[in-house]
């Protein structure tokens, strides 16, 4: 049963509690924690009302273009693709009510840099001549995220298995209209910049205030192996932000001119084998699937969105000892689809369909400790 404890504290806690609902490129969902307590005796044998603090960093490089689940090689092979580059800090801080019930607030620092030909002279040699690739970027704190979550199951009577329901809102406390400036040529072929919104995936911030729901969840399948399991949906009712794309156009299209603000989902289920001959020490092995829908769930759809999702095969490692607890995870992408927009579906021929960059894996790494 104390192998039980350790590993559940382990992965239970700071596998879900850190967890970061993150699209690997173009696709923009947002840098976004989630916090909830976990499922273990050593973790609830504290006394009420202690305090957590937490912090986690993301990185993932995006280059890779698909259209629906087609990967555009030639993008990477004609050097015309983008390239998204991403780190950030998730900070957290948790409030432990009692042993079922905790609040949590956290906050993500972000940094991308995006590097293109298209958003700048162009792809094509007649556009720029040498193909050179310029870069933006946007650095800053992200939207700000209140949640609590409730154990179904009293975590004091060291149950095999239980589940954790959350809520929570988002905040749109990250800028979402970052701007920088692009390079374009004159007619003359001289060089000149002009300053507009960075691209909607390296926005720091949707703008709009969102509700999250979740379920997390394990089962200790004997004293060793534990199962997990994790759910997170966050509705965004509001449907675009008011920023311009391209502020120079001399239309804006109502439908495409100015971002959406998206919903977005996550989900993961996996295994923990904890390693007897280190105490404390697990091994982990699942599966996730995460992004943006081409519907929300409330509000309108209309505005800029780049909608799909990448389903990955995760491997980690945990390890916890007395009251701090490491994980780091690198999920590896098996599957990746930018799936029609609402403005693609619009299309009278049905032809139309964007693309997305996506990245071939995800590195996280997560620290926690009580006080």
């Not at 509700?211 to 192996?225: D, K, P, R």
């Amino acid at each position: 049963m104390k192998a039980i404890s350790t590993i559940v504290l382990a992965v239970a806690y700071t596998l879900f509690s850190h967890s970061t609902t993150q699209a690997q490129g173009c696709v923009a969902v947002r840098h976004m924690s989630c916090a909830a307590p976990a499922g273990s005796a050593d973790y609830f044998k504290q006394r009420n009302g202690h305090w957590q603090v937490s912090a986690g960093y993301r990185y993932f490089r995006s280059y890779k273009h698909f259209v629906g689940d087609v990967e555009q090689k030639q993008r990477v092979e004609q050097g015309t693709n983008v390239i998204n580059v991403s780190h950030a800090l998730d900070l957290g801080i948790t409030y432990m009510v009692n042993q079922r019930l905790s609040f949590s607030v956290n906050l993500p620092i972000q940094y991308y840099d995006r590097s293109s030909l298209y958003e700048h002279y162009g792809n094509t040699v007649a556009q720029n001549p040498e193909q050179k690739r310029f870069h933006t970027g946007s650095q800053g704190i992200g939207d700000l995220r209140i949640s609590g979550s409730y154990w179904l199951v009293n975590p004091v009577k060291l149950p095999k298995a239980n589940i954790a329901a959350g809520l929570g809102v988002k905040l749109p406390t990250g800028n979402y209209g970052v701007t920088d400036n692009f390079h374009k040529l004159n007619k003359e072929g001289q060089d000149y910049t002009i300053n507009q919104p960075v691209d909607q995936s390296i926005q720091l911030g949707d703008g709009g205030v969102g509700v999250s729901v979740e379920l997390q969840g394990y089962a200790s399948l004997n004293s060793t192996l534990t199962a997990y399991a994790n759910g997170f949906y966050l509705f965004n009712p509001r449907e675009t932000n008011g920023v311009v794309r391209n502020p120079t156009a001399t239309t804006i299209d109502l439908v495409t001119g100015t971002f959406s603000v998206a919903d977005q989902f996550a989900a993961r289920i996996g295994l923990s084998q904890s390693i007897k001959a280190i105490p404390g020490l697990a091994v982990m092995l699942g599966g996730r699937v995460e992004g943006v829908p081409a519907i929300d769930a409330f509000g309108g759809s209309s505005g800029f969105r780049r909608p799909g999702y990448i389903v990955s095969v995760e491997p980690g490692l945990s390890y916890m000892r007395h009251k701090t607890s490491v994980a780091a995870t690198m999920p590896w992408a098996v599957y990746r689809n930018r799936i029609k927009s609402y403005s693609d579906r619009l299309d009278p021929l049905g032809v139309r369909q964007g693309d997305a960059a996506f990245a071939d894996y995800l590195v996280s790494v997560n620290i926690s400790r009580w006080f």
